[in-house]
């Protein structure tokens, strides 16, 4: 299998070709590619696949061999490598995903990088919660008012493609240390918290710099802590914009890199970023 390997804020995919549906079991064919030991190493798996509905279909799979219904920075990077491949002929153009049809605009084409603007759909109601972490990092339970103790957080649940908890870390005195510290300690058992059954969410952990900027670490459903995490920006962004008091327009920084949410009429969200071609290869056996 000739691949392709793009990393968008520092969030890596292997992406290949499968317009003619000849590859084997995706999930299985994602989780060994991904493996960073013995496969490639990645964050997830995604597939060009032909579509009916849209120009080209995105398949794309999470690092453990789940599947996903979308990603923000595999989108960007996905779309980069349709068009570099001439699978699409044009700038603008749709995506299918398990997400629904997704609006593309490539903003510059060079030879190594691509910024690509997503047009992400539209962030549904984000409802407010009180999750209470024990020392062992499982939620206790939800309250109905915010507790400053240590490990108490403010936190918003929405769906922007897939599952998210937004939780705001006022207090990360060193900024983005302490927000990695905090999803590394408490992602895992958030993600699979029987609040959050059957499906498990990505969890954001995010300080508001000022009105324009953010910063946010994310533990990723099926992957773990990244670097970057396209849809966790969209979603941190949202619930800053809309229970924060921030702009329509945020600078979401993370670990990786960065990205610009906007947000238009009727509540729709865009993604702006980089995408990066950093090698190709051939999976052998």
């Not at 919660?129 to 499982?138: A, E, Q």
């Not at 705001?168 to 993600?191: P, Q, S, V, Y």
């Not at 802590?225 to 949202?238: D, H, V």
Request: glycine share 12%; proline share 1%; net charge negative.
């Amino acid at each position: 299998m000739d691949f392709y390997k793009y990393q968008g804020a520092g969030n890596d995919f292997v992406i290949t070709d499968n317009m003619d549906l000849t590859l084997g079991e995706k999930s299985k064919i994602a989780a060994e590619v991904c493996d960073r030991r013995f496969g490639v190493g990645a964050d997830g798996f995604i597939a060009a696949e032909p579509s009916e509905t849209s120009d080209v279909k995105m398949a794309f799979y999470n690092a453990d061999g789940s599947e996903a219904g979308m990603c923000g920075n595999g989108i960007r990077c996905f779309s980069k490598f349709v068009f570099d491949m001439g699978i699409v002929d044009k700038s603008e153009f749709t995506v299918e995903t398990g997400d629904g049809e997704k609006h593309i605009n490539i903003i510059n084409s060079s030879e190594l990088v691509t910024e690509v603007k997503v047009d992400m759909g539209f962030y549904n109601e984000i409802t407010q919660i009180m999750c209470s972490i024990d020392d062992g990092g499982v939620i206790a339970g939800y309250q109905t008012e915010k507790n400053a103790e240590n490990d108490s957080f403010e936190a918003f649940v929405t769906h922007l493609g897939v599952p998210h908890a937004v939780v705001f870390a006022d207090n990360a005195g060193d900024g983005m240390n302490t927000l990695n510290t905090l999803a590394e300690k408490f992602g895992h058992d958030i993600e699979y918290s029987e609040k959050f059954a059957p499906a498990r969410t990505n969890v954001n952990f995010v300080k508001i710099i000022d009105k324009e900027h953010i910063l946010c670490s994310t533990w990723e459903r099926g992957a773990g802590k990244t670097l970057a995490c396209g849809t966790g920006a969209c979603s941190s962004a949202a619930a800053a914009y809309l229970n924060r008091g921030c702009g329509d327009a945020i600078n979401v920084k993370m670990p990786g890199g960065e990205v610009t949410v906007s947000f238009g009429k009727d509540c729709t969200v865009f993604m702006q970023g980089t995408a990066v071609l950093t090698f190709k290869g051939s999976v052998l056996g």
